[in-house]
């Protein structure tokens, strides 16, 4: 109940901070990606349904208030759905939780903006491969991988999970 | 009967609210959905921008402190200046409509109305640069109405509009299109803007130099005639160059846009309404 109430809250909040703050943080034609955080984020630490839950959220929210086509947002966040499977699976090895949780957010960082680029090119953005590789995707993984393992730190650090249960085996 | 197992129903659930999201969006459905969002999130919004922009600021202005001592002072006496032509084109107006009356002919439109708006949000998506207004459709705002800053420079044409708010697609998004011409000269062309948020100066025929003030040309009826956007900053290529890569300065401040001016008078003539 509490993830689920948390999450509701992250994803209220991440949708507000990508059109108030996000387009402060810019490098070159990419902008940091608050969304992505929140949903890699509750799909990380709360269960399958919260996080299927906090992404239609997000996809109403997002959708909402950037006014992108609903489909598109959903579409943009849904290899979520698999990442949330694997979490699950590594759940019990927690030294492949930051390698996993970096390059979930990298692959599906990179398929929102790709997904987003042909959007615009089908709107009538004269765009070549080379400008969509050099200005959105190559500083967007930037903007996705950097964020991603500052705040893994930090919920590291000052979350519930700071504490690993070690196996020694027994001392006979 | 085998049993299915949870990822198929998972997935086909998705797939199933991708089909219902598409479907209600399209057909305005979620339209007070939209409202009620925009109307929750449009305070937050607006006050984290407020805070957030000037940490952002600092920091990045930290390394030019001597530069923007000496662009301020530059600034300062160009703007006294300015102050100056606008007093002596604000007589020169008067007298023209003076005289337009006088001889019964009306060039000078005076129904030209503006609303002031407020920006409650920034919309940065690849190829995309946008902003939400919170004025819509009851305020009389339409799809095709174009939008000034307060100090009259172009920042862009209304795209979409609900019942109580509005997105304005900015001259500095990748689809914008907007024919000009350089003042006082018949060289004309087309600004359109960057994956980067610039713009570029496109398909020129004529002089041009930097420092150069584009204005819109009014062609293609999307924006009026005669509304400053920016100046030419930098010609890349050489003279033997057909067509060279001229970089230009927006006029408005986009990313320090608090207030905005609809004009509710002109309303484009879209490729779709056509």
Redesign the interface.
Do not use: H, N, W
């Given at each position: 109940m509490i993830g689920a109430g948390v999450s509701v809250i992250s994803v209220?909040l991440s949708?507000?901070?990508q059109?108030?703050?996000?387009?402060?943080?810019?490098i070159?034609?990419?902008?940091i990606n608050f969304n992505l955080l929140a949903i890699i984020f509750i799909a990380t630490y709360t269960n399958r349904t919260t996080s299927?839950g906090a992404l239609?959220l997000l996809?109403?929210?997002t959708?909402?208030?950037?006014?992108?086509?609903?489909?598109w947002v959903?579409?943009a966040y849904?290899p979520t759905?698999p990442l949330i499977?694997l979490i699950d699976l590594l759940r019990r090895n927690d030294d492949y939780t930051l390698i996993t949780v970096v390059a979930a957010a990298t692959v599906i960082g990179l398929w929102g903006?790709i997904l987003?680029?042909i959007i615009?090119?089908s709107?009538?953005?004269p765009?070549s491969f080379g400008?969509?590789i050099s200005?959105?995707l190559a500083p967007?993984i930037l903007l996705d991988m950097i964020p991603v393992i500052i705040f893994y730190g930090i919920f590291k650090l000052a979350g519930p999970n700071k504490q690993r249960v070690v196996n020694t085996g027994y001392n006979t | 009967m085998p049993k299915l197992p949870r990822?198929a129903i998972?997935?086909t659930s998705?797939l199933l609210?991708?089909?219902l999201?598409?479907a209600?969006?399209r057909t305005g459905n979620?339209e007070p959905?939209?409202n009620l969002?925009?109307i929750g999130?449009s305070p937050?919004?607006?006050?984290?921008?407020k805070g957030?922009?000037p940490l952002?600021g600092f920091f990045k202005d930290i390394g030019q402190a001597d530069n923007l001592r000496k662009e301020n002072t530059y600034l300062k006496q160009e703007n006294e200046q300015l102050r100056n032509k606008n007093i002596e084109l604000e007589i020169t107006k008067k007298r023209i409509i003076e005289l337009e009356q006088a001889l019964k002919i009306r060039t000078t439109d005076l129904n030209t109305a503006f609303l002031a708006a407020t920006v409650?949000?920034?919309?940065?998506?690849?190829?995309?640069a946008?902003i939400?207004i919170n004025l819509g459709s009851v305020d009389g705002i339409q799809t095709g109405n174009i939008v000034l800053s307060p100090q009259g420079s172009l920042v862009g044409r209304i795209t979409?509009v609900t019942k109580n708010y509005s997105?304005v697609r900015l001259v500095t998004d990748?689809?914008s299109r907007i024919a000009s011409q350089v003042l006082n000269s018949t060289t004309s062309g087309i600004i359109s803007g960057?994956?980067?948020?610039e713009l570029e100066f496109d398909l020129v025929i004529g002089n041009i130099k930097t420092g150069d003030i584009l204005i819109t040309s009014g062609l293609g009826g999307i924006f009026p005639a005669d509304i400053p956007v920016g100046v030419i900053e930098k010609i890349a290529g050489t003279d033997q160059t057909a067509f060279p890569q001229i970089t230009v300065t927006a006029f408005a401040q986009i990313?320090n846009l608090r207030t905005v001016l609809v004009d509710t008078s002109f309303i484009a003539i879209l490729p779709e309404s056509r």
């Open positions: 209220v949708s507000i901070a059109i108030s703050i996000a387009p402060f943080i810019t070159s034609g990419a902008t299927v239609l996809t109403l929210l959708g909402s208030i950037t006014e992108t086509p609903y489909e959903l579409l849904l759905i499977y903006r987003m680029s615009a090119m709107d009538g953005t765009a400008t969509v200005q959105i967007g | 990822i998972m997935v998705l609210v991708i089909v999201f598409s209600l969006g979620l959905v939209q969002f925009l999130s937050l919004s607006s006050g984290l921008s957030f922009k952002m409650i949000g920034f919309i940065q998506l690849p190829f995309r946008e939400s979409s997105f990748s689809r960057k994956p980067t948020r990313t």
